[in-house]
T-cell receptor, first 106, second 119 residues
Framework: DQQVKQNSPSLSVQEGRISILNCDYTNSMFDYFLWYKKYPAEGPTFLISISSIKDKNEDGRFTVFLNKSAKHLSLHIVPSQPGDSAVYFCAAGLTFGEGTQLTVNP | NAGVMQNPRHLVRRRGQEARLRCSPMKGHSHVYWYRQLPEEGLKFMVYLQKENIIDESGMPKERFSAEFPKEGPSILRIQQVVRGDSAAYFC?????????????????FGQGTRLTVV
C-alpha cells in the first residue's frame, strides 16, 4: 500500500523553464509534507516543506503547493538550472514517494 | 556541528555473513530512522527508534533484520545471513523532534548511506 506516490519517474526540462514535480497521497491524516533532493551516492537533503494549514510555501526558486481536497502536492522550480538535476522525493510522515529524476538541460 | 555519520560507506559481505551498519545521529537528535533503497527503487522506511526504544518497525523484514539505538553509542542496523537481495543503499536519518507516523512535523537529516554489496 503506497501511501505517497510520485507517478512520473522522470522529467526533462530546458534550463530557465519551469519544472513541476507532482505527488499524491492517500492518508488524510498526513499534516506535514516535505520535498527532498538527492544526488547520486549521497543521502537526501531537505528542500522545502508545507504544513496542511497552508496551501503554498515559497523559498527562492522553489514553491510547494498543497491541494488537500485532491490529496495532491506539487513542487515548482523556476527558473530551472542544470544544478537542479537530481532525484526529488516527496515525503509525508515516515513515507517517501518513489522519486522523480529531474534533468535540466543547458 | 557534524551531520549524520554512517559507517562504513561501503560494505561487501559474502552470502551467509552478517552485516552491521552504524549510524551516529546529529548532536542533540534523539530520533533515528533507517531507510533502504534498492537499485532503481525509491526510499523504503524500515524502522524508527528513540534511545533504547523501537517506536515503529513496520518496514523491517520479519527475519534476519534487527535494529537498536542504545543509550550510549550509535544506532546499529544488523542483517544476519545476508542474501544477494539485501544488496542496497541503507540510509540513516535523525531528527530532534517527535516523528511518529502521520504526526512527523520536522525534516530529517540524512547520512550519506552505506552501500551493502552481497557477493
Amino acid at each position: 500500500d503506497q501511501q505517497v506516490k510520485q507517478n512520473s519517474p522522470s522529467l526533462s526540462v530546458q534550463e530557465g523553464r519551469i519544472s513541476i514535480l507532482n505527488c499524491d497521497y492517500t492518508n488524510s491524516m498526513f499534516d506535514y509534507f516535505l520535498w527532498y533532493k538527492k544526488y547520486p551516492a549521497e543521502g537526501p537533503t531537505f528542500l522545502i516543506s508545507i504544513s496542511s494549514i497552508k496551501d503554498k510555501n515559497e523559498d527562492g526558486r522553489f514553491t510547494v503547493f498543497l491541494n488537500k481536497s485532491a490529496k495532491h502536492l506539487s513542487l515548482h522550480i523556476v527558473p530551472s538550472q542544470p544544478g537542479d538535476s537530481a532525484v526529488y522525493f516527496c515525503a509525508a510522515g515516515l513515507t517517501f514517494g518513489e522519486g522523480t529524476q529531474l534533468t535540466v538541460n543547458p | 556541528n557534524a551531520g549524520v555519520m554512517q559507517n562504513p560507506r561501503h560494505l561487501v559481505r559474502r552470502r551467509g555473513q552478517e552485516a552491521r551498519l552504524r549510524c551516529s545521529p546529529m548532536k542533540g537528535h534523539s530520533h533515528v530512522y533507517w531507510y533502504r533503497q534498492l537499485p532503481e527503487e525509491g526510499l523504503k522506511f524500515m524502522v524508527y527508534l528513540q534511545k533504547e526504544n523501537i517506536i515503529d518497525e513496520s518496514g523491517m523484514p520479519k527475519e534476519r533484520f534487527s535494529a537498536e539505538f542504545p543509550k550510549e553509542g550509535p544506532s546499529i542496523l544488523r542483517i544476519q545471513q545476508v542474501v544477494r537481495g539485501d544488496s542496497a543503499a541503507y540510509f540513516c536519518a535523525s531528527s530532534p523532534l517527535l516523528g511518529q507516523g502521520a504526526g512527523m512535523n520536522t525534516e530529517a537529516f540524512f547520512g550519506q548511506g552505506t552501500r551493502l554489496t552481497v557477493v
